[in-house]
């Protein structure tokens, strides 16, 4: 049938069917003929009106119509009472093993801090650092052992200490990503410090006293800590113990579950920083039978809800318990390199192309980016050991700045300056050559033969980009990030294009200036990634003035550090050396996992830039034409 009789023949019918869809009182058995009667329309035409205008218009009808009824309707809260009834009663449930650790390793840790303290008295100085404890002496000395609660204006502290309380336990929770090690890090901190804590009063002769004013609110805010160091366990579990799924599929559902979790300790989280603010500031006026009631009531509501009525909702709802969501992953390891990206698929399949890679790029980066890295970083902090006993401003510009020598202090850094951008372009070498090969086996002799013959070009490429980042100061950088895409893509044409030197070379420009919107955005959303991922552990808003400065915002690497320094002072005089080199240790390993997310996005970019000049994929399906058979289905019909 030729398609305008097609049309003509049944356009009455999709126009009563607008018509009807459209009005508010309609027939809905009308309707739901008219609604059948489309859908075979959409599929004759699919089969024989493919490229025509028809099967657009009513594929459109039809999927106007399909959304229409399965759309979601609006939360009630009826649903938002049912979360809080039953849904998430079951996740505790069910991670009930990993909050149950969070506890027992909690406690020992107090432990820990309590035997510690009882074996050195000078213990405390050490976790809560000189200041704290002095004042705590003198508030002792005084007759008022609590009066730091009762320094501060009563909103402004409910405020601070909610804000901090909040921060804290989501650091808790997020840094479970990482093989949970820094979860119990931080519960490790946290329990000695309370352990150090309690007993100094108690050396004190104050332990009930201390108790009654510190677990009013303690009670809240430490089971807080605690159940988010179980739900940061929970989502690092998912990542250790896969199971049937990808480890990635696995972090996804586990993730999930552990964020429900968190999203209920918010309004104790709050609780905790309102009773602190508004109670246990007065704690002195209030009788001894009010601070026990209260105590014991914010336990009871603790257990209640995290140990007897999940168990309560397990019993009704047995047949939920093992119910899992499942989400609709997509595990494609396949990847089109001959493709016109936007920016948004470019990031998309940066990250898939990044797990289908990894093994490769790590045994290089294992194997011999490290082990030059670790040389090279060892030697100068021996080149600037009597700068390493100071603590900087923005302390990881400082640090990268020794590590790579960019200060050109003396002739050590220049030469260790000019080694770095070989081991620069020895990772984007890796990443290049395992991006053309994700398909193929790992072989040295392969790698080795593209380093070869690709080497000095990936390295003259990438020089400029280099040069920038790292010669430029920090401030400075805010504004070179419009420059940068300017050489963004030199490095891929260097390391992925054919053809002679000086003709790569000039595709490198030519194809960054092309991409150069596309690079802007790439970066700016991989600046706004980078600093969302990392600000739980390190890099971002962590200012210092001096070692015991507070900075804006504290994270991991601040209390690791700290705790590093004030266990060094016990052992030696350069205890700030030993901060600096964990967080040295730390910052090698951002940079060795980001460096690739950032080499893949310039990859993909290449890939698109020359497809849309080049048009090699477009080239490639025209080789296709008749090879297609009359008869049967063949592999060329799927591309």
Known sequence: MKETKFIEQNKKKWNRFEQLYESKSNDPDELSDLYMDITDDLSYSQTFYRRRTVRVYLN????????????????????????WRVSLPLEIYRSRKNLLFALVAFTIYALIGVVTTMIDPDFPRVVMGDYYVDMTIENIQNGNPLKVYETTDQMAMFVNITTNNMKVAFLT?????????????????????????????????????????????????????????????????????????????????????????????????????????????NYQNLPEWSKWTLILFSFALILFFYVFYPIYVARKHPELIDKEEVGNFEDRKIFDLHKIRGSGQVMADSFRMYRVIFQKIARVFLLIVLPIIAVLVILQDFNHYELQKTQYWYDWSAQLEFMIGYGFRNTQDIIVFTIWTFVFALIFSTLFWAIQNYEKTFSWKDFFSYLKQRFFGIWVGNLFFALICLLLPWYLLLFAIFLLPFFYLNAAAMGISKGKFKERFRKGFKYSKQHYGKSLVLLLVLIGLTSIILQPVAFVFSIHDTWSDEPQMRDLLDMTADFVKRIGQIYSTDYMVWANVLRQIVYVIFMLGLLPLLVITMAFGYFSEREETEALGLRKQFEKFGKRSNTQETPVDFD
């Open 173 to 281: 929770f997020f840094v479970g990503f990482f093989f949970t090690i820094g979860t119990h890090m931080l519960l490790f901190y946290n329990g000695v410090m309370l352990g150090a804590f309690q007993y100094f009063f108690h050396a004190k002769g104050l332990l009930i006293t201390s108790f009654l004013g510190i677990w009013i609110h303690g009670a809240f805010e430490i089971s807080a800590i605690v159940l988010a160091g179980g739900a940061g366990i929970t989502a690092g579990n998912g990542l250790l113990f896969p199971g049937s799924y990808t480890r990635l599929q696995s972090l996804q559902l586990s993730t999930k579950r552990g964020l429900k979790i968190m999203m209920s300790l918010v309004p104790f989280i709050v609780a905790a920083g309102f009773l602190e603010s508004y109670v246990t500031h």
């Open 60 to 83: 459109k009808l039809a999927q106007t119509v399909y959304t229409g009824v399965h759309k979601q309707k609006g939360e009630s809260i009826r649903r938002f009472i049912d979360v």
